[in-house]
C-alpha cells in the first residue's frame, strides 16, 4: 500500500483519502495500515505522534489523526486572521497617506 500525502494537500483530505483506500483492500494488516500511514504524511507532527505511539486499531488511528487536522485548521484560520488583519493595517495606511493633509500652521 503506497500512498503519498500531496504537497497542497490538506491532512483531513489525506487521511479522508488514505482511508477509502484501506476499505478498497481486504483482509489488510494493522501493521501496513499504521506504515502506510507514517511514511505518506508529510505533516511532521502527525508523524512524530505514530513514531511515539503505535495505534493498535484503525478507530484509534483515525481519531488521533482528528486531532492534527484540528490543529492544522486552527493553524490555518489564524494565519488567514493574520493576513487579514496586516492586509487592512497596509490598506488604511495607505490610504492615510493618499489623503491630503491640511496644513495647519
Known amino acids: 500500500m503506497q500512498l503519498t500525502q500531496n504537497k497542497d494537500e490538506l491532512l483531513k483530505d489525506f487521511i479522508a483519502r488514505f ?7 481486504k483482509n489488510l494488516q494493522m501493521s501496513v495500515v499504521f506504515t502506510a500511514m507514517m511514511s505518506g504524511t508529510l505533516s511532521c507532527p502527525f508523524k512524530m505522534s505514530l513514531f511515539k505511539n ?8 483515525l481519531r488521533r489523526g482528528d486531532k492534527y487536522v484540528d490543529a492544522e485548521k486552527t493553524y490555518f484560520i489564524t494565519k ?3 493576513d ?3 492586509y ?8 492615510d497617506e493618499l489623503e491630503p ?3 495647519q500652521d
Open 54 to 61: 503505535v495505534s493498535d486499531t484503525m478507530h484509534k488511528l
Open 101 to 103: 493633509r491640511d496644513n
Open 19 to 25: 482511508n477509502r483506500a484501506t476499505l478498497e483492500i
Open 88 to 95: 487592512e493595517f497596509n490598506k488604511k495606511k495607505t490610504q
Open 84 to 86: 487579514r488583519n496586516k
Open 80 to 82: 488567514c486572521m493574520k
